[in-house]
């Protein structure tokens, strides 16, 4: 387990150096994969207060991170784990590297028509007709 004096000469080495850290568990993926195939990896991102970790609710669980491999200066195991018994490594990278954020997010209809900028329709009024009966 880190001690205290480590975590905060961790703190001041990221505050004074242009690296980054970043934690979570190495994820599997199909190599054809367009992100695996762009030198991407993914990963499941966790921040570890207590053991086992809980890496797997929606609010850890709602994102994959893929960090691009080229960006990864260092990885560094944790000592921690999942309860799946994974383990949980800190990847260090330069700070102004590009990462994506795969999220998925259920919104309402109205939600996503304002976030694609279109108006959402108050009644259906343009929606075709339904057929009413028989057969053609």
């Known amino acids: 387990m880190v ?4 975590q905060k000469s961790r703190q ?16 599997e993926a199909p190599e054809d994969h367009p992100f695996m195939q762009g030198g991407y990896m993914p990963l499941n991102p966790c921040v570890c207060v207590i053991e086992p970790c809980d890496c797997d609710g929606y609010e850890h669980g ?6 691009p491999r080229v960006g990864i200066v260092e990885e ?16 260090r990278l ?10 998925l997010r259920s919104v ?3 939600e996503a028509m304002a976030a694609l900028g279109l108006a959402a329709a108050d009644e259906p009024s343009s929606a075709p007709e339904r057929p009413t009966g028989g057969g053609p």
Do not use: H, P
Request: proline content about 0%; overall charge negative.
């Open 108 to 110: 309402s209809a109205g």
């Open 76 to 91: 560094r195991a944790t000592g921690r784990r999942t309860a799946a018994g994974e383990a949980v490594v800190e990847y």
């Open 12 to 27: 001041f080495e990221q505050a004074t150096r242009t690296l980054a850290a970043v934690f979570g568990v190495a994820l």
């Open 3 to 6: 001690n205290y004096d480590e």
């Open 62 to 67: 709602n994102t994959v991170m893929w960090l």
């Open 94 to 103: 330069v700070k102004d590297t590009s990462v994506l954020l795969e999220t």
